[in-house]
């Protein structure tokens, strides 16, 4: 056998619940240890891969060496659908006929569509509350379920509603709340869950995060110019969603364990009492994202969509003009190798300062306002790569100096805080499109 960390956290308001650690809190206040705390399916033992090894982390247990290659494909199909969700809001209104302007109903599909960031907002921490008496790896699966509603929800209102008339904005708003509770639920409970499978495991879990994201960005957009309603492509993505339930359920569901499993909502909320014992190791990180996806929401393509929206961008600087769809695709190209490789790069090596990371954020706001096209291209190169960066190495931070029994509550937290950005971000896309407009044009 390997190693086992006894660990201590701060007094449990409710006496009789067990840590991981498998020390319990006492009627008294004191802590004693369990007699059954070594048979607990929550201990893991310590493995050579263990992020903690490679900086004095406090988890050193982790799960056996295997590999788990296949949560790249459980990952994908849920970020494909929250890039449906995020990129391709322009061509649904263009489906719905909604104006680009600051008219009443252009302004209330701006809300629809930020249903997608609020809802994953309130979700982040709700999970904890609306689903309670679930597992990590039972809300994984509702996740799932509601990223695929929301895929066929939207399927219908193209197909089925709009060639008969006027689609109620009711539809809209309902498509992007349930991608909001799916991807907003699904990213803290995946990456809680696989904890015990060890970093390689996660490694390709967060490594399947961009590469969803541009199958829909990029692949979306150029089967968008070689004629294919969009229609198809949230039906691609549902089905590719059930694939992912079938992978989770048949090659990882048994070997995730049931992780943190709480049985009432108080129990969650002494864990937001204890934030002594977490918070601290996240605060920085936490900063860094809320920074890092305001800029995320409002360049990936985001404002871009509506800042650049003739048929054709000219290149002054070298003489020629590109369309906007191939445009966008190079675009959405360089958002996906700054993202992919920054993930690549930065997660095996030591915990840099989060906010460092800062500077290619304001690098690329900049590129992407300046209204110079030719630098278009390095907006989504350094928004991308600031938001690697910060994403790998902040779940390196947590699974190495958070305790493990409040793994779920610190990666709840840290997107919670990280979805603050988005939500102000996306709200703001259509004010700053029209500004920027009036500005330059």
Same mark, same amino acid.
């Given at each position: 056998?390997?190693?086992?960390?006894?660990?201590?956290?701060?007094?449990?308001?409710?006496?009789?619940?067990?840590? @991981?650690?498998?020390?319990?809190?006492?009627?008294?206040?004191?802590?004693?240890?369990?007699?059954?705390?070594?048979?607990?399916?929550?201990?893991?033992?310590?493995?050579?891969?263990?992020?903690?090894?490679? @900086?004095?982390?406090?988890?050193?247990?982790?799960?056996?060496?295997?590999?788990?290659?296949?949560?790249? /494909?459980?990952?994908?199909?849920?970020?494909?659908?929250?890039?449906? +969700? !995020?990129?391709?809001?322009?061509?649904?209104?263009?489906?719905?006929?909604?104006?680009?302007?600051?008219?009443?109903?252009?302004?209330?599909?701006?809300?629809?569509?930020?249903?997608?960031?609020?809802?994953?907002?309130?979700? =982040?921490?709700?999970?904890?509350?609306?689903?309670?008496?679930?597992?990590?790896?039972?809300?994984?699966?509702?996740?799932?379920?509601?990223?695929?509603?929301?895929?066929? +929800? +939207?399927? %219908?209102?193209?197909?089925?509603?709009?060639? =008969?008339?006027?689609?109620?904005?009711?539809?809209?708003?309902?498509?992007?709340?349930?991608?909001?509770?799916?991807?907003?639920?699904?990213?803290?409970?995946?990456?809680?869950?696989?904890?015990? *499978?060890?970093?390689?495991?996660?490694?390709?879990?967060?490594?399947?995060?961009?590469?969803?994201?541009?199958?829909?960005?990029?692949?979306?957009?150029?089967?968008?110019?070689?004629?294919? /309603?969009?229609?198809?492509?949230?039906?691609?993505?549902?089905?590719?969603?059930?694939?992912?339930?079938?992978? /989770?359920?048949?090659?990882?569901?048994?070997?995730?364990?049931?992780?943190?499993? =709480?049985?009432?909502?108080?129990?969650?909320?002494?864990?937001?009492?204890?934030? =002594? @014992?977490? !918070?601290?190791?996240?605060?920085?990180?936490?900063?860094?994202?809320?920074?890092?996806?305001?800029?995320?929401?409002?360049?990936?393509?985001?404002?871009?969509?509506? %800042?650049?929206?003739?048929?054709?961008?000219?290149?002054?600087?070298?003489?020629?003009?590109?369309?906007?769809?191939?445009?966008?695709?190079?675009?959405?190209?360089?958002?996906?190798?700054?993202?992919?490789?920054?993930?690549? %790069?930065?997660?095996?090596?030591?915990? #840099?300062?989060? +906010?460092?990371?800062? #500077?290619?954020?304001?690098?690329?706001?900049?590129?992407?306002?300046?209204?110079?096209?030719?630098?278009?291209?390095?907006?989504?190169?350094?928004?991308?790569?600031?938001?690697?960066?910060?994403?790998?190495?902040?779940?390196?931070?947590?699974?190495?100096?958070?305790?493990?029994?409040?793994? *779920?509550?610190?990666?709840?937290?840290?997107?919670?805080?990280?979805?603050?950005?988005?939500?102000?971000?996306?709200?703001?896309?259509?004010?700053?499109?029209?500004?920027?407009?009036?500005?330059?044009?």
């Amino acid at each position: 056998g390997g190693l086992i960390a006894v660990g201590r956290t701060c007094a449990s308001a409710h006496p009789g619940v067990h840590s @991981e650690s498998g020390v319990m809190a006492s009627k008294s206040g004191k802590w004693e240890e369990s007699p059954e705390w070594e048979k607990s399916p929550l201990l893991y033992q310590k493995s050579p891969d263990d992020p903690s090894d490679l @900086e004095t982390g406090i988890n050193s247990t982790t799960a056996p060496e295997k590999v788990y290659r296949e949560a790249f /494909f459980v990952v994908l199909p849920l970020f494909s659908g929250y890039a449906c +969700l !995020f990129s391709l809001q322009h061509e649904m209104k263009s489906v719905l006929g909604l104006p680009d302007n600051n008219s009443g109903p252009s302004h209330l599909y701006g809300v629809a569509v930020s249903l997608v960031y609020i809802g994953n907002f309130v979700f =982040r921490l709700g999970h904890n509350i609306i689903f309670s008496p679930f597992s990590p790896r039972i809300r994984v699966l509702i996740a799932m379920g509601s990223m695929f509603t929301s895929m066929v +929800l +939207l399927s %219908i209102i193209v197909f089925v509603l709009q060639p =008969r008339g006027p689609v109620s904005m009711v539809w809209v708003f309902f498509a992007y709340g349930f991608g909001g509770l799916g991807i907003g639920t699904f990213e803290s409970n995946l990456l809680s869950s696989i904890t015990p *499978l060890g970093k390689r495991t996660k490694f390709w879990a967060i490594l399947a995060i961009p590469v969803g994201v541009t199958g829909i960005t990029i692949g979306g957009f150029l089967v968008l110019q070689a004629g294919v /309603f969009c229609g198809y492509i949230y039906i691609a993505t549902a089905v590719s969603i059930i694939g992912g339930v079938v992978t /989770f359920l048949v090659r990882m569901y048994r070997d995730c364990g049931p992780g943190i499993v =709480r049985t009432s909502v108080p129990e969650f909320f002494h864990e937001l009492k204890c934030w =002594r @014992e977490w !918070f601290p190791a996240i605060k920085w990180h936490s900063l860094a994202l809320l920074v890092d996806m305001f800029c995320v929401s409002m360049f990936s393509p985001g404002v871009i969509l509506y %800042i650049y929206n003739q048929p054709t961008i000219d290149f002054p600087a070298f003489h020629g003009s590109l369309k906007k769809d191939y445009l966008i695709a190079i675009y959405n190209a360089c958002f996906f190798i700054g993202d992919f490789f920054s993930r690549r %790069i930065m997660y095996p090596i030591r915990i #840099l300062f989060p +906010l460092l990371f800062w #500077l290619f954020s304001v690098a690329g706001v900049v590129a992407g306002l300046c209204n110079v096209s030719e630098l278009i291209p390095l907006c989504a190169l350094f928004v991308a790569f600031a938001n690697g960066c910060i994403y790998a190495q902040a779940t390196r931070q947590i699974d190495s100096k958070v305790p493990r029994q409040f793994n *779920l509550t610190a990666f709840s937290f840290w997107l919670f805080i990280g979805d603050m950005g988005s939500v102000i971000g996306s709200n703001m896309i259509s004010y700053v499109a029209v500004y920027f407009n009036q500005v330059y044009h």
